[in-house]
């Protein structure tokens, strides 16, 4: 099997040598990294993992460049790792060499942000295409050095994936099989992609850790860092508590999808009992929101985008952080227009947005245009 992944990032370059530790696996990286690309041409281009158990995994891309007309050659599946905002481009510059003569697999992990509305709309002409998506990524991954080494964080302890409503029984079970062969974690597939685009994740928690630290009446309000600062570890109450509220937000949400188009979305957790199911023991205290995101071992040493403050001493956060453009301008951005079509009071999450946007000030195009005109009737 031929696997093609869009995006050497640290899930990219992470899932690159975990497949290459599979039998059969052939790996191909297309990345628009120009420097990544000639280190693997004219170097080794062995890519390492660092295990959490202080392992060093490492395996050698078949294929690393910036041509998507030699990355998906005999390709049978595809895996945007890119963000959500890179993604609308991404697919419509690889959508005239995907491969005619097969079915290819094209997912995204993790698949939050409408990737199924998105991938049928823009691939709309090629008919042998399946579209997918994982619910989260199969590991946190952090300190990457691109197209060298990447350090592995937490593992979940399931996988989950779907497939876009349009798709039939058998592209369903070969995904399964796929996936399988990929993954030492087992693969569960859910029954509508919704519960993966509703899924609790960084669309919420980012923008209220953000809200929580330099919002109205926040610590850091118009006030510079003197030191980085981890997201979860040192996450202030007030944005547990935010995020609290958004997540009884989203429910109401999912409550709302399931009574409109007569589906079950039960697998639709609340965020603090997703958590605990996903990370299970290294999670030292999980009795409130607060507590578990501050002692997730598979959390610890993540952190906030902080960039030099221009205008003098200490760091303030980066505005070209994918906490924006990816988890504010599509993620949270999508929830605000499905609670708005179902009808649904979204206060907390509406709050956090409209903040974000006038905080950012840059965003030009987010996840509703992706979303079919007439949803939910078209779902």
Known sequence: MKVTICGAGRTGHLNAVLFKQRPGITVSVLTGAAAVVD?????????????????????????????????????DMVIVTQPAHARPALLHDFARHLPRDRRVYVGAIPGFCGFNWLAAKTLSGTD???????????????????????????????????????????????LQAMLV????????????????????????MHPAVLYALIGPGAPWENKPFDRPFCWWSNCPRAGAELLEACDAENQAIRHAVESRLGIDLSSVKPLR????????????????????????RA????????????????????RASRAFHEDIAFGQALLVELAARLEVATPAITKTYNWALNYHGGFTEGAPACLPANWPEEA
């Open 273 to 296: 009992q997703e958590l605990i199911e996903a990370y299970g023991d290294q999670i030292e205290d999980d009795r409130t929101m607060y507590t578990l995101l501050r002692t997730n």
């Open 181 to 204: 062969s990929l993954y030492e974690a087992p693969v569960t597939l859910l029954q509508d992609y919704l519960e993966i685009t509703l899924t609790p994740g960084n669309a919420m």
């Open 299 to 318: 959390y610890a040493g993540i952190h906030a985008p902080l960039v030099p403050n221009p205008d003098g001493p200490g760091l303030v956060i980066d």
């Open 128 to 174: 042998n295409v399946v579209i997918w998506g994982m619910k989260d990524v199969p590991h946190t991954a952090f300190d990457l050095i691109p197209g060298e080494r990447v350090r592995m964080g937490g593992a979940k302890a399931q996988l989950f994936a779907a497939l876009h409503r349009r798709e039939t029984a058998a592209s369903r079970a070969k």
């Open 39 to 75: 280190r693997w041409t004219s170097g080794d281009g062995v890519w390492r993992v660092r295990t959490p158990d202080g392992r060093v995994l490492s395996g050698r891309p078949d294929y690393v460049g910036t041509d998507p007309s030699e990355a998906l050659i005999n390709t």
